[in-house]
């Protein structure tokens, strides 16, 4: 991906677009490659970098979402597990199936939790990855042998997916490119156009790298905005109604030491409604996420006090070593849009199911999981077809295989990461990273794993963006400095 190429193409482009969709996180993405795929020209326009948002900070877990059986959403449950399957035939070097064992501490938990994971092997039908079983009390230790063994009478294992997020999306988005789609990062949509019968025809977006202002006509446009969705809903009607709430969970990072082993740990019920994941990922553990309603959508959101005292508290019932704040490696949180449902009390109780909503031709599509993200594009892309009468064949992402990208060898970046210099290199010239935190948070996940080790990283980072990037206006000192500003609340220490 070159942004200077595709400002080029933007430039010079005398017909509308047939699609231009807002938000380049991974509903956006997928509805590029979808459209693109179909045959049709599509420009994709992203606020601040591809994946800033909900699309990074996800469990990182292609599942059908076990709580959501417990609830009795079946038809969502079934059509997650659908898709876990055609994710990990489409993209096999990012997505895997993960084992799980939920301990149990009493033989009624033996048989609740059993059966419930059987009639999630059953909704799975052929498309299931594993056979749930019933273990004895030594083997879920052999599994989890840091698990607390104080009154443990066994455990249930099931299988579902796992994945690396924003290195999906990002890979997501340069299968598009490579194909003919026109993404921007750094572009944020400032004006819907009309014509002169009332009909959205474009937008007006600002490129905040050169703060020029461009206009781009299209034939429709797509609103995959995520939590921000209602904000680009008022630019089409001030009086619309919010159609989402939100929703914030959060994650702690810790070392493998407190998990050593390749199944992942899920406990089945806590104090908030949800289940909580102790997850093997990157030779580090991922736990979380909580379930918090929150006002508002912000683009850096942080975990609160509360929730990584509820994390830490919760995991350390069920692991041996009980982890503590000093600990902690990285925290960081996501927000959640949620379809508002009236009457509802708890954000954990909502679905998760999405929703399209039109607006003056607008079309807006929120809701959803990561797990069905490429549901999600299709299902907008083709709304998209019957509004612009763009006379388009069926998409055709089901059996599409998402390309992996070229490794450019390189020394070590840090002795705490997993990445190299050629990765930072790699994510400069074909990538579109624009920033030190573009590099270290979503093309690599270095503030995900060890956020310190990130803010040592970050000068070499940005020595490497000054030699590769064509923006003579990239100024390293200050980037630094912002990276670090964001980087510090990942640190997961007390805040005041």
């Not at 699309?55 to 449950?77: F, P």
């Not at 199936?97 to 092997?121: A, M, R, S």
């Not at 070392?255 to 806590?270: D, G, H, V, W, Y």
Request: proline content about 3%; hydrophobic content about 40%.
């Amino acid at each position: 991906m070159d942004r200077s190429r595709t400002f080029e193409a933007i430039r010079d482009r005398a017909k509308p677009w047939d699609i231009v969709v807002i938000g380049g996180g991974a509903t956006g993405v997928g509805c590029a490659l979808d459209a693109v795929l179909r045959g049709l020209d599509v420009l994709l326009l992203e606020q601040h970098d591809f994946g800033k948002g909900t699309s990074s900070r996800s469990t990182k877990l292609i599942h059908g979402g076990v709580r959501y059986l417990a609830q009795g959403d079946l038809r969502l449950v079934r059509e997650a597990l659908s898709e876990r399957s055609t994710l990990l035939r489409n993209a096999p070097h990012l997505v895997h199936t993960q084992e799980f064992v939920v301990p149990c501490y009493g033989k009624w938990e033996k048989l609740f939790y059993g059966t419930g994971l059987k009639i999630y092997d059953l909704l799975a039908g052929r498309k299931r990855i594993g056979r749930s079983k019933i273990l004895t009390r030594l083997e879920t230790i052999e599994r989890l042998p840091t698990v607390s063994t104080e009154g443990l009478s066994g455990g249930i294992l099931y299988h579902d997916g796992q994945f690396d997020d924003a290195r999906m999306l990002i890979d997501i988005a340069t299968t598009a490119d490579g194909l003919g789609a026109s993404l921007i990062n750094y572009a944020k949509v400032q004006e819907l156009l009309d014509d002169d019968r009332g009909s959205i025809v474009g937008v007006k977006f600002l490129d905040a790298e050169t703060g020029e202002v461009h206009k781009a006509w299209s034939r429709t446009v797509i609103n995959a905005t995520g939590a921000f969705c209602d904000s680009i809903r008022k630019l089409a009607d001030p009086g619309t109604h919010p159609v989402v709430t939100f929703a914030q969970g959060s994650h702690i990072v810790l070392e493998r030491r407190f998990l050593p082993s390749n199944t992942a740990l899920m406990i089945p019920k806590t104090g908030d409604g949800r289940v909580l994941f102790c997850i093997p990922w990157h030779e580090h553990v991922i736990i979380g996420t909580t379930d918090i309603p929150v006002a508002a959508a912000e683009l850096e959101p942080e975990a609160q006090e509360a929730e990584i005292d509820f994390i830490l508290r919760t995991a350390g019932g069920y692991l041996a070593i009980q982890p503590t704040r000093a600990d902690i490696l990285s925290v960081f949180a996501g927000i959640r849009p949620l379809i508002g449902r009236t009457g509802v009390e708890t954000t954990a109780v909502l679905s998760r199911s999405h929703e399209i909503f039109v607006d003056r031709n607008l079309i807006t599509i929120t809701g959803g999981k990561w797990t069905t993200y490429r549901r999600m594009a299709e299902d907008a892309v083709n709304k998209a077809v019957e509004i612009g009468g763009l006379g388009a064949t069926n998409g055709v992402t089901e059996k599409f295989t998402i390309s992996s990208p070229e490794k450019i060898d390189g020394l070590p970046l840090h002795g705490r990461l997993p990445y190299t210099k050629g990765d930072v290199i790699r994510a400069v010239r074909h990538e579109m990273a624009c920033t030190v935190e573009d590099v270290l948070a979503r093309r690599t996940r270095a503030l995900f794993l060890d956020a310190a080790a990130a803010i040592e990283s970050a000068e070499t980072v940005a020595r490497i963006i000054s030699e590769e990037t064509s923006n003579t206006r990239y100024d390293a000192t200050n980037d630094v400095e912002s990276f670090q500003l964001v980087a510090r609340a990942y640190l997961g220490n007390p805040r005041s």
